[in-house]
């Protein structure tokens, strides 16, 4: 049953010059960082007790996740230290990768992940990433997954349900998901295509010649699908060039979990060969003289891998039942603004 919320977000972020006088004093940003803290413990003790250890990685990379071209979701940020060119990571996934020849039980981090577009609603220009890499395919990430929220909705539920009815006014959402019991409905790209009848306001075709889901018709899915549901098999040059693709050479072996606002967490399944990243690489119309070191590691360390990336502020937006993202840091980062602290 629906309590007034208690809640509400000072939405402070606006004003960034002022924001830390008045965060200080507000109860949101008191009670955020414990929902920071327990989706964090929580998050360790569900990898550790499957044998997946977290790493520690460098936030700067030489060879971006989402490089401008054909299946890039996100702009890259570069930086310049120390007179060398560089970036921000997008994504820890390649190192994740990497790590993996180390760790073949599996891995993972919670580390920021910076993205070059502005921010609004729905997007951080830096925001917090829960990445996990194992050995497996597309399947045994979904397994994961599911597994994942399931735990963490146990543990916040176990924890802190006051704190999430402070925010929220409900517990409904998070029990449902655990009556769920990491049964999670599942529904490839062309069935989602067709249910929501290739409407332009669902499905965006683009000139490239593939075709994606809009905000709004990730938010009519989840609506018809009682609230959470995997869709999987997108169209192959949609996606970064670094997803597997299946038999038939036109859809990716990639899922995405969407929930809350949207997609919150994204999955799949790598190349595995040096040949398969070097004749993706040329479909999404990239130099792979920037990858040099991947396709080393794919030619020399072949290993069939899968991973995930869940955007930790989407999952507050969800667990909190709120519509606005940028609420959602302690403290706000905008590109192109000098905030202090």
Known sequence: MMTKLKLEPPKSWINADKHYKDALESEWYKKLVILQDEINHSSWGFFREKGIRTVSLPITTGSVTSPMG???????????????????????????????RYLEDGVHYIMPSFRGEQADERHLCQFYHSESEIKGGIEDVIELVNEYIYQLCVDLLNRIPDVIEEF??????????IQKRMLIDKITFEEAVVLLEDNPEYIQHHPEGFRTITSEGEKKLIQDFGGMLW???????SVPFYQAVDETGKYAMNADLLFGIG???GAGERHTTGKEVRDSLKLHELDEKEYEWYLYMKENFPIKTAGFGMGVERFLLWLTQQNDIRDFQVIPRFNGVNITP
């Open 70 to 100: 054909l299946g890039s979701d996100s702009l890259p940020v570069k930086v310049n230290l120390e007179g060398i060119d560089t970036y921000l990571s997008d994504s820890m996934q390649f190192h994740l990768e990497y790590l993996l």
């Open 168 to 177: 929220a006014g409900s517990l409904d959402h998070v029990k449902k998901i």
């Open 231 to 237: 869709v999987s098999h997108y169209d192959y040059i």
């Open 263 to 265: 997609e919150v967490v």
